[in-house]
Nanobody
Framework: DVQLQASGGGLAQTGGSLRLSCEASGIDSDDYVIAWFRQAPGNKREGVSCINRRDGIPLYADSVKGRFTISGDNAKNTVYLQMDGLQPEDTAVYYC??????????????WGQGTLVTVSS
């Protein structure tokens, strides 16, 4: 079974930093994307950033560009989200997601448990 273990949330002050980790296990394909989503109270879940395991190319939501950095350590099957310049509007539960692609054309979605990030003003 695929499992995603998210960690690293906590409390930060405005302008501060936190690093989230998502450790993946049980993925038997090298064709997958790890993404971070977040959901603030009363809001829909939104995509924050993602990285392709094969080529390492990152993508970011406009709201976090220049402040957040996603990276992967394939040897540890772990993806990190370095969050700098945190703002109160970054407060949310952050979720790790894996989209796994397998032949012939199947796509599977997996979610980790959320980790709470709170940014105080």
């Amino acid at each position: 079974d695929v499992q995603l273990q998210a960690s690293g949330g906590g409390l930060a002050q405005t302008g501060g930093s936190l690093r989230l980790s998502c450790e993946a296990s049980g993925i038997d394909s090298d064709d997958y994307v790890i993404a971070w989503f977040r959901q603030a109270p009363g809001n829909k879940r939104e995509g924050v950033s993602c990285i392709n395991r094969r080529d390492g190319i990152p993508l970011y939501a406009d709201s976090v560009k220049g402040r957040f950095t996603i990276s992967g350590d394939n040897a540890k099957n772990t993806v990190y989200l370095q969050m700098d310049g945190l703002q109160p509007e970054d407060t949310a539960v952050y979720y790790c997601n894996a989209k796994v692609y397998q032949d012939p054309g199947y796509e599977y979605d997996y979610w980790g448990q959320g980790t709470l990030v709170t940014v105080s003003s």
